[in-house]
T-cell receptor, first 114, second 110 residues
Framework: NAGVMQNPRHLVRRRGQEARLRCSPMKGHSHVYWYRQLPEEGLKFMVYLQKENIIDESGMPKERFSAEFPKEGPSILRIQQVVRGDSAAYFC????????????FGQGTRLTVV | SQELEQSPQSLIVQEGKNLTINCTSSKTLYGLYWYKQKYGEGLIFLMMLQKGGEEKSHEKITAKLDEKKQQSSLHITASQPSHAGIYLCGVGNAGNMLTFGGGTRLMVKP
């Protein structure tokens, strides 16, 4: 059983471009969470999705960021018009159920905005 | 919102020594997760503690939850270089949306 797969592992974008980060949860997991780890800062929750639904996006910046988890295919975190401050490691986690169970993390996507 | 403070922020120990990392919550702890992050990589799940007084062990790592003190501790016995990394404690908000502490960076000198 493959773990949580994120791609790409590294992504370089120029200011103003779009970044698309993909996350395939563990097999059978329908709950997906995105986190961001800024340089020298802690890991912060961004958004929680269940198939085709956004459950909680309280940690997501209001502008330029969006997330989806379609019925088929991976979850996508999309950042439009990237700025230097978006440079960070973005982690995806998945779980089998929505609470009181471990969430498994992917290796992360390291976004660098130049 | 619930906040977690970890201490120490960083730790350097000699191989073979024991060590303890603490995680203190600003609110009552009903459950707590411990993860390990190797530098530049993702998080590895270590343990989940769900009730006060609970203690779990995995290999040489033991974690305890003291709900009265709103604290959890992670203890490593006879540390090895493979234990090096960043240890993160986390609490679930309305489920698995985790709030993490700032992390403890552990280095083990051979």
């Amino acid at each position: 059983n493959a773990g949580v797969m994120q791609n790409p592992r590294h992504l370089v974008r120029r200011r103003g471009q779009e970044a698309r980060l993909r996350c395939s949860p563990m097999k059978g997991h329908s709950h997906v969470y995105w986190y961001r780890q800024l340089p020298e800062e802690g890991l912060k929750f961004m958004v929680y999705l269940q198939k085709e639904n956004i459950i909680d996006e309280s940690g997501m910046p209001k502008e330029r960021f969006s997330a989806e988890f379609p019925k088929e295919g991976p979850s996508i975190l999309r950042i439009q018009q990237v700025v230097r401050g978006d440079s960070a490691a973005y982690f995806c986690a998945s779980s089998l159920v929505g609470q009181n169970t471990e969430a498994f993390f992917g290796q992360g996507t390291r976004l660098t905005v130049v | 919102s619930q906040e977690l403070e970890q201490s120490p922020q960083s730790l350097i120990v000699q191989e073979g020594k024991n060590l303890t990392i603490n995680c203190t919550s600003s609110k009552t702890l009903y459950g707590l997760y411990w993860y390990k992050q190797k530098y530049g990589e993702g998080l590895i799940f270590l343990m989940m503690l769900q009730k006060g007084g609970e203690e779990k062990s995995h290999e040489k790592i033991t974690a305890k939850l003291d709900e009265k003190k709103q604290q959890s501790s992670l203890h490593i016995t006879a540390s090895q270089p493979s234990h090096a990394g960043i240890y993160l404690c986390g609490v679930g908000n309305a489920g698995n949306m985790l709030t993490f502490g700032g992390g403890t960076r552990l280095m083990v000198k051979p």
